[in-house]
């Protein structure tokens, strides 16, 4: 995966979910399913901390699934 798409990808969830902005997300490949013919995917995982309104602060952990052109196959988030 290129450093345009990674930027791409991180701007688009730097919106969606603030609380995790300025941390590098970690990037590791993923295996294809086997006997799959399609293109690699990268697991892309963003850690911060939330707060909810006058709360307690939480850490939120937002996973990313992507192919390699950067395109956002599937988003979860846990916290």
């Known amino acids: 995966m290129n450093s345009k798409a990674i930027t791409e990808i991180k701007q688009r969830i730097y919106r969606q979910f603030p609380e995790v902005a300025g941390g590098q997300p970690s990037v590791k490949a993923q295996a294809s399913a086997k006997g799959s013919r399609s293109d690699p995917s990268y697991l892309l995982t963003f850690k911060g901390n939330a707060q909810d309104a006058g709360g307690p602060s939480f850490s ?20």
Do not use: Y
């Not at 939120?60 to 916290?79: E, P, Q, Y």
């Open 60 to 79: 939120r952990t937002v996973r990313v699934v992507a192919d390699a052109n950067g395109r956002i196959l599937k988003v979860t988030t846990s916290r």
